[in-house]
């Protein structure tokens, strides 16, 4: 089946401008997690929304670092304002639901490029 | 959140040789989650141990989670050039999962 898409695969803008990026899970699965990667590091948690609650945002770097997920599955993770720091790999996963920690199946991502 | 620290953050092997990976925490962990990101590609899991002293095998792959739940291990046994990566693993805080910095694994012919 389809796995986790994501969309632009990639991405190069001016500092200062706004960037969208977009997450399509698989479908049936009802949690969905943004992660960000810069070069040579590893994964860093920056939002998590599961169902209809209320998101976990405690990833969030800053104030111009939101995201949103319409009819619990799109979810687009908008920067603003965006600073060259914020280069890197952004990556979305999923997972079903089950009792339990469940695996996270992950997208190929979106490589963001700050000039 | 529950910190994981990873060891060694790059490993050079000529193929045939073993390989083993490391992940290291101060506090109790709830689980351990393994995946391995080849060059260029996303993270793919691999497996989840969540109970105290548990040992789990794929192949060539041994997976380990300590008596206190506190460190875990994978090891793979005569590496092949397929098994070229980083491998990371990852602990939940609730459901956020707090991945190590991995283990950049390069497997020489």
């Known amino acids: 089946g389809a796995g986790v898409s994501q969309s632009p695969s990639n991405k190069v803008t001016e500092k200062g401008k706004d960037v969208e990026l977009r997450c399509d899970p698989i479908?049936?699965?009802?949690?969905l997690y943004w992660y960000r990667q810069s070069l040579g590091q590893g994964l860093e948690f920056l939002i998590y929304?599961?169902?209809?609650?209320?998101?976990?945002k405690s990833g969030l770097p800053s104030d111009r670092f939101s995201a949103e997920r319409t009819g619990g599955s799109v979810s687009t993770l908008t920067i603003q304002r965006t600073q060259q720091e914020d280069s890197a790999v952004y990556l979305c996963?999923?997972?079903?639901?089950?009792?339990?920690?469940?695996?996270?199946?992950f997208g190929d991502g979106t490589r963001l490029s700050i000039l | 959140g529950q910190q994981v620290m990873q060891i060694p953050q790059y490993q050079h092997v000529q193929e045939g040789e073993d390989f083993t990976t490391y992940c290291n925490s101060s506090?109790?962990?709830?689980?351990i989650q393994w995946y391995k990101q080849r060059p260029g590609g996303h993270p793919v899991f691999l497996i989840q141990?969540?109970?105290?002293?548990e040992v789990k095998k794929q192949k060539r792959l041994t997976f380990q989670f300590g008596e206190a739940k506190k460190n875990s291990s994978l090891h793979i046994t005569a590496t092949q050039t397929t098994d070229v990566g980083t491998y990371f693993c990852?602990?939940?805080?609730?459901?956020?999962?707090?991945f190590g910095k991995g283990t950049s694994l390069l497997v020489t012919p």
């Open positions: 479908s049936g699965h009802t949690a």
């Open positions: 929304f599961q169902g209809n609650s209320a998101p976990d």
């Open positions: 996963a999923s997972s079903p639901p089950g009792v339990g920690n469940q695996p996270q199946h």
């Open positions: 141990l969540v109970k105290s002293g």
């Open positions: 506090t109790t962990l709830s689980n």
């Open positions: 990852g602990s939940n805080s609730g459901y956020a999962l707090n």
